[in-house]
């Protein structure tokens, strides 16, 4: 992505995508679908960002540049 384009984001939103507890069985499904987004042009995918809730209530948190490519796929 050249300076022009990244100075040229225009309006910028957000998703949130929250798994209920117990339901959080992600398959990847949704990841895939972002991906074709992404490579058809429709969306630009500025930072991603993974939190984990554990039953105790801590919470993990990952950037998806923080992962390696193995666990980015999963």
Known sequence: MS???IDE???VDYLVVEFPA???NFTGEMAAELASLVE???VRVLDLLMLHKADDGTVEAFE???LNED????
């Open 64 to 66: 998806i540049d923080d």
């Open 9 to 11: 984001l225009g309006p």
């Open 3 to 5: 300076a022009t384009e």
């Open 22 to 24: 117990g339901k959080s």
């Open 40 to 42: 058809s042009g429709t």
């Open 71 to 74: 666990e980015a796929a999963s």
